[in-house]
Antibody
Framework: QIQLVQSGPELKKPGETVKISCKASGYTFTDYSMHWVKQAPGKGLKWMGWINTETGEPTYADDFKGRFAFSLETSASTAYLQINNLKNEDTATYFC??????????WGQGTTLTVSS | DIVLTQSPASLAVSLGQRATISCRASESVDSYGNSFMHWYQQKPGQPPKLLIYRASNLESGIPARFSGSGSRTDFTLTINPVEADDVATYYCQQSNEDPFTFGSGTKLEIK
C-alpha cells in the first residue's frame, strides 16, 4: 500500500538548520510530484511548494523563497525539506503530500518542528 | 494568488442532518473543462484526507454521504447525513495555478 513516512519531531534553536525527510513506498517515486504544506499551531494549511520528482526542479510559494529548500534522494524514494536560519515562526507541523493529477491524495503523518531558544 | 474564502468558519449540525460548506474563489479555477477545486478533512493530530477532487469526484474509500458541487468560483461540500465521525475541520484547495492555495477551514461540530 502507498505510504509516506516522515521523520520524527525536531527541537531546534533559532539560527539552526533542520532537514525533514519524507520516504515514499508502494508506488514509483518519480511518477508523482511531491508537495510540502505547513500548519502552524492551531492554524490552517499553507502550501509551501512542490518538487518535480522526475527532474528535481523545485517550485516555492513566495513566502517560502530563500531559507527553504526541497530536495530528493531518488534511489531511496525520499523527499527532503530543509529550513535554514530557523526562526520562531517556523514552529509548525510540516506535511509532505503526493500529487496525483494535481490533487494531494496521500499525505505523510506530519513532522512537528519546534524552534525555541 | 487565488484567494479561497470558506464559510462558515464553524458550524454545528445535529446527527443525521445536512451540513453545507461553501468555498468561493477570487477567480475561476476552471481549465480544460475541469474545476481544479478539492476538499480535505482534517481531524486533530492527523494529516488532511482527500474527500472530493475536481469539484465533484468522490475519492476512493470515502462514504457517499460526502458530495461536492460547483464550478468556476463557487463550490460546495455537502455532508448528508452527518455522523459523529465527521467532526473535523474541512478545507478547500485550488490547484488551477501556483500557488496551490487553501481555504481557511470550516470546523464542523455536532449540535
Amino acid at each position: 500500500q502507498i505510504q509516506l513516512v516522515q521523520s520524527g519531531p525536531e527541537l531546534k534553536k533559532p539560527g539552526e538548520t533542520v532537514k525533514i525527510s519524507c520516504k515514499a513506498s508502494g508506488y514509483t517515486f518519480t511518477d508523482y510530484s511531491m508537495h510540502w504544506v505547513k500548519q502552524a499551531p492551531g492554524k490552517g494549511l499553507k502550501w509551501m511548494g512542490w518538487i518535480n520528482t522526475e527532474t528535481g526542479e523545485p517550485t516555492y510559494a513566495d513566502d517560502f523563497k530563500g531559507r527553504f529548500a526541497f530536495s530528493l534522494e531518488t534511489s531511496a524514494s525520499t523527499a527532503y525539506l530543509q529550513i535554514n536560519n530557523l526562526k520562531n515562526e517556523d514552529t509548525a507541523t510540516y506535511f509532505c503530500a503526493r500529487d496525483y493529477g494535481s490533487r494531494l491524495d496521500y499525505w505523510g503523518q506530519g513532522t512537528t518542528l519546534t524552534v525555541s531558544s | 494568488d487565488i484567494v479561497l474564502t470558506q464559510s462558515p468558519a464553524s458550524l454545528a449540525v445535529s446527527l443525521g442532518q445536512r451540513a453545507t460548506i461553501s468555498c468561493r474563489a477570487s477567480e475561476s479555477v476552471d481549465s480544460y473543462g475541469n474545476s481544479f477545486m478539492h476538499w480535505y478533512q482534517q481531524k486533530p493530530g492527523q494529516p488532511p484526507k482527500l474527500l472530493i477532487y475536481r469539484a465533484s469526484n468522490l475519492e476512493s474509500g470515502i462514504p457517499a454521504r460526502f458530495s461536492g458541487s460547483g464550478s468556476r468560483t463557487d463550490f460546495t461540500l455537502t455532508i448528508n447525513p452527518v455522523e459523529a465521525d465527521d467532526v473535523a475541520t474541512y478545507y478547500c484547495q485550488q490547484s488551477n495555478e501556483d500557488p496551490f492555495t487553501f481555504g481557511s477551514g470550516t470546523k464542523l461540530e455536532i449540535k
